[in-house]
Every structure is written in C-alpha cells, then in structure tokens.
C-alpha cells in the first residue's frame, strides 16, 4: 500500500493509527478534552464540530479551531461534522452542512476532513474540490447506525467513494450478530485487496464489534477510533488499552518462529 502522509503520520504503513475524538458542547468542554488528548500523543485527533454548539457561527468556529490547533500542536487533526442521520448531534440543512466545512477547510488550521457520501454527489463533489485545493485529504465516510448491509452493498459505496475523488474510504456500521461482525471483517479484507493503493478505515460498532476496533493491521483497516473521556460513537476503546493491544497484535503478527 502507498500509505498517505499527513504531517509525518503515515495512513496505512504498520499499526492502525490511533484517532482520538473531541466531543464537547463548550468552548471549556473542549480545550479540556484537548488538552488531555494532546497529553496521550495520538497519532490523530479529530474535532467532532457537531457536538459543539457554537458550530454553526463562523467567528466561534474558527476561533476553537485557532485554540485546538494551539494545543494539539502538530498532531494531524481531522474535522467532522457528523449529521443526524449518521449519528451526529446537529440537524443542519445541505448548505449549512457544505458551509460549516468550508469554513474549516478554508481556516487553515485542519490536515484532514470527513465528507458523508451521502449527503449528496453535487456538495460532496463541491467540498471535495476545496479540500483538496486547501491540501486537506479527504476521508469520505458512510455510517449506519441500526444494521450492517451486505457486503456488495458497502463495496459499491466505497468504490463510489473513490470515484468522487475520496483520499481515505471509510465505513462504520452496527452489528446485530456475530456474522455482521464476520461479514465487516471480510469486507475489509476483500476492499484491501482490491484497491491496495487507498487506505481504508472500517469498524463495526457497538461491543460486539470491538474487534474490528483491534485488528485493521490484520485485516487492512488504516486507522482506529478509540476515546480519551467520551466516546463518539459505540464500542471505542479507551487510549491507553487500544495502544496496547494494538502493539500485542502488530508484535505477534510479524513474530518469527526460532
């Protein structure tokens, strides 16, 4: 795989990088889980900008985004705005949602943005073209918060992802039994084989589907979600035992046998 470089992070080179969310409805709810996620040194950090309230005023925006920056330093930092529809916190109409973007696209102080599929080919292929004139790669994202589709399904939304230009697939999806959690794994699998060239990022969800969270290197998932003090999404791994499970599995995976 050509792993992408964001400030000298390599996505999809060795262990899954470890991305931490920021989750905080305040502008003080938000510095403190930074500041805490900074001192863990992950390998991203990801502003979930739906989960504050002030999102949608531009000046706010762009202030929190001047403080995280501040205190994240150079760790890459990945913008998202999740809708509700996917799991997000905020109801905002399609231009709200392409303006909230640009305004983090054109701040200056983002490496990386989510871009739902499918909010709709017109504004994805809008804010994609901003970001990457910005030099901002792109994970295009796609979650389904109640089943797991089938896997010719997830396939065809992740190649429709990279033919709108997307830098980074990525799919989330529940499980409702042990096969869905089978079947994500095999969709990874089968997608990192396809298109070696693209890093990919799959989860399933929830407990059930935790080890999807552990084993990318195996399977050919390129990042992994875990959380500092609020999760973002179901099933995500506290930072500490995520790092280390992590190692254990990258350590036996290329053990040589004496």
Same mark, same amino acid.
């Given at each position: 795989?050509?792993p992408?470089?964001v400030?000298?992070?390599?996505?999809?080179e060795g262990?899954?990088?470890?991305?931490?969310?920021?989750?905080?409805h305040t502008?003080?709810?938000?510095?403190?889980?930074?500041m805490?996620?900074?001192? %863990?040194?992950?390998d991203?950090?990801?502003?979930r900008?739906?989960?504050?309230?002030?999102?949608t005023?531009?000046e706010?925006?762009?202030e929190?985004? #001047?403080?995280? /920056?501040k205190?994240?330093?150079r760790?890459?930092?990945?913008?998202?705005?999740?809708?509700v529809?996917?799991?997000?916190?905020?109801?905002?109409? /399609?231009?709200e949602y392409?303006?909230?973007?640009?305004t983090?696209?054109e701040?200056?102080?983002?490496?990386?943005?989510?871009?739902?599929?499918?909010?709709?080919d017109?504004?994805?292929?809008?804010?994609?073209?901003?970001?990457?004139? +910005?030099?901002?790669?792109?994970v295009?994202s796609?979650?389904?918060?109640?089943k797991?589709?089938?896997?010719?399904? %997830?396939?065809?939304?992740?190649?429709?992802?990279?033919? %709108?230009g997307?830098?980074?697939?990525?799919?989330?999806?529940?499980?409702? +039994?042990?096969k869905?959690?089978?079947?994500? %794994?095999?969709?990874?699998?089968?997608?990192h084989s #396809?298109?070696?060239?693209?890093?990919?990022?799959? #989860?399933?969800?929830?407990?059930r589907?935790?080890v999807? /969270?552990?084993?990318?290197?195996?399977f050919?998932s390129?990042?992994?979600?875990?959380?500092? /003090?609020?999760?973002?999404?179901?099933?995500?791994?506290?930072?500490?035992?995520?790092?280390?499970?992590l190692?254990?599995?990258?350590?036996?995976?290329?053990h040589?046998? #004496?």
């Amino acid at each position: 795989m050509n792993p992408i470089v964001v400030r000298n992070v390599k996505i999809g080179e060795g262990i899954p990088k470890v991305c931490l969310p920021i989750v905080g409805h305040t502008q003080y709810e938000i510095t403190s889980q930074a500041m805490t996620i900074a001192s %863990l040194k992950p390998d991203i950090v990801e502003f979930r900008a739906d989960w504050y309230d002030e999102c949608t005023n531009k000046e706010n925006l762009i202030e929190m985004l #001047m403080l995280i /920056r501040k205190l994240i330093n150079r760790t890459p930092l990945l913008f998202s705005f999740r809708t509700v529809v996917e799991g997000g916190m905020q109801k905002v109409e /399609r231009a709200e949602y392409v303006r909230i973007n640009k305004t983090a696209i054109e701040s200056g102080l983002i490496d990386m943005i989510d871009i739902e599929l499918m909010i709709g080919d017109e504004y994805v292929k809008e804010l994609i073209e901003a970001a990457h004139e +910005n030099n901002i790669t792109v994970v295009m994202s796609n979650h389904d918060f109640e089943k797991t589709p089938e896997k010719e399904e %997830l396939i065809k939304r992740m190649e429709k992802m990279i033919s %709108l230009g997307a830098d980074i697939p990525k799919v989330a999806v529940m499980p409702n +039994n042990n096969k869905d959690v089978i079947n994500l %794994l095999d969709l990874t699998d089968s997608f990192h084989s #396809m298109h070696p060239d693209y890093p990919i990022i799959t #989860m399933s969800m929830d407990g059930r589907g935790v080890v999807s /969270r552990l084993a990318g290197e195996i399977f050919g998932s390129a990042v992994t979600f875990g959380c500092a /003090r609020k999760q973002s999404a179901p099933g995500q791994i506290e930072a500490g035992e995520l790092a280390v499970v992590l190692r254990i599995l990258h350590s036996n995976l290329y053990h040589k046998e #004496m």
